[in-house]
């Protein structure tokens, strides 16, 4: 069982990046909770991050046949692309959405996500932890179907 954990945009800036909405810790700190959680469950991890909508997508392509569930934070993309909405759905690998912030108490075009309606399910606003979360509930559910 292999989960993979998509980082978006502007993410690789966490820790520095408008700490009022993103908290103080860095992308390493996040992956690494991440990883620690996913060995201790005897699950693999993978994560990827990039600025790029092209090599976003390309990595939902191939993660098509060898990843069982996705963990993505779509960052600014959430509310533009199309194109991702499209290759998720194309791989039809169940995933999880994440926001750091609380995208519904902020401003109006961060309420709509392309995403969500095809998502398991959202966490917004939970920072960090939110990512923590959502593995809790991959491991649930993947190890239930092992
Ligand atoms: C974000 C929220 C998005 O609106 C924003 O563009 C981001 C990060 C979040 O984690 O809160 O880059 O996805």
Known sequence: KHILVLHG???NMLG????KHYGSDT??????QLYQRAKSAYISLSDFQTNSEAAL?????E???NIDFIIINPAAFTHTS?????ALSAVAIPYIEIHLSNVFAREPFRHHSYLSDLAVGVISGLGSQGYLLALEYAINQL???A
């Open 9 to 11: 945009p502007n993410l």
């Open 16 to 19: 520095v990046r408008e700490p």
């Open 27 to 32: 992308l390493a700190d996040i992956n690494a």
């Open 57 to 61: 997508i390309d990595r939902i392509h």
């Open 63 to 65: 993660a098509h046949g």
């Open 82 to 86: 199309v194109a991702l909405r499209d």
């Open 143 to 145: 190890t239930i179907k």
